[in-house]
């Protein structure tokens, strides 16, 4: 038989051992802490960023956001969890960018606030939990970046002192321009033009006189030629535009109105009243000689012969204008 004291004791052994130590529950108390640390760090770390950080259904409903990512909409403690961002969502550049983990590089939104629209960069993911799949967003502001970019390209592109196009811009443009005339057999103009004894207005009056003879030149020239028109200055005083789909009659009858709209203008400066004159040479495209060197050549030819009839003049072809 069994000794019922053997048993109890053996009973209250068994019991004891099956208790934690003071250790383990000190250890565990300690990884309950780690856990939760971690989680509060990782909370704090996220909310601090200086980008947006958004967690969204499939729906667009947002779960969660950064403190980044309120200022950035505009959304308000209370209103975080009823906030959608399905309009978001449906962008072609997210929709394309969606499930392959990589970055939209620019996506333009209101500001919500009635002020300049703001340009984003937003990485996209996709996170996968035991439930759901939700979006993972992350919004950089690049609005600044972006300006920069802007007007750097602008300074690249235009000519700094009269804010037309440059020589460099407009080789590009007239570029695209042949391609599409060999491709759809169109046709082109070109009216190249300077003003007339320019170096005498800069030796009287100054140079500052001069630039403002050019600026006049290319404010009354964008008031002349046509939106689909170009005009630039290739450098000095020495303008050129490009007219697509344009022979070389409508040409010259667009050099002729810009010459006489000069003609009953004056820059004033310096407490002068400044007239001036322009000549202008007049090409068009021929099919058999799309050059770009060739073109310049020939319009450069038909200003020079401008210039040697006695100037405040136009020469295309066999058309002269006095």
């Known amino acids: 038989m069994n000794d019922p004291k053997t048993n109890l004791a053996n009973f209250k052994f068994s019991s ?54 309120c200022k950035l909409l505009h959304i308000s403690e209370k209103r975080k969890r009823d906030y959608n961002i399905d ?38 993911d996709m996170v996968t939990t035991q439930h759901e799949t939700l979006h993972l967003l992350v919004l950089r502001n690049i609005s600044d970046y972006q300006r ?11 000519d700094d002192l009269t804010g037309i196009c440059n020589r460099r811009h407009f080789i590009q443009l007239l570029t695209k321009e042949l391609d599409r005339v060999r491709r759809y057999n169109t046709r082109l103009a070109l009216i190249l ?22 600026r006049h030149l290319a404010l009354v020239s964008k008031q002349i030629f046509r939106d689909i028109d170009t005009i630039a200055r290739l450098g000095g005083d020495e303008f050129i535009a490009l007219m697509p789909q344009t022979g070389v009659h409508q040409a010259h009858f667009a050099a002729a109105r810009l010459r006489e709209a000069l003609k009953s203008q004056s820059v004033q400066t310096n407490d002068h009243s400044l007239h001036y004159t322009i000549s202008a040479g007049v090409i068009e495209s021929q099919r058999d000689d799309l050059s770009i060197d060739n073109l310049l050549k020939k319009a450069d030819s038909a200003l020079y012969a401008a210039k040697r009839s006695g100037r405040d003049a136009i020469r295309t072809g066999d058309i002269a204008c006095a």
């Open 193 to 214: 033009f300077d003003i007339d004894r320019f170096k005498t207005i800069n030796d009287t009056f100054g140079h500052n006189a001069g630039d403002e003879v050019l």
């Open 16 to 69: 004891l051992s099956a208790v934690p130590s003071i250790d383990q529950l000190a250890e565990t108390n300690r990884q309950q802490k780690m856990r939760l640390a971690k989680n509060s760090y990782a909370s704090l770390i996220i909310d601090h960023l200086p980008d947006a950080v958004l967690l969204a259904n499939k729906k667009g409903e947002v779960l969660d956001a950064n403190a980044a990512a």
């Open 87 to 124: 309009w978001m969502l449906a962008a072609p550049v997210v929709q394309d960018a969606m499930g392959e983990n990589r970055t939209i590089k620019r996506l333009r939104i209101g500001s919500g606030t009635g002020s300049d629209p703001v340009d984003l960069e937003i990485h996209s």
């Open 148 to 158: 920069t970019c802007n007007e750097l390209t602008k300074l690249a592109l235009t």
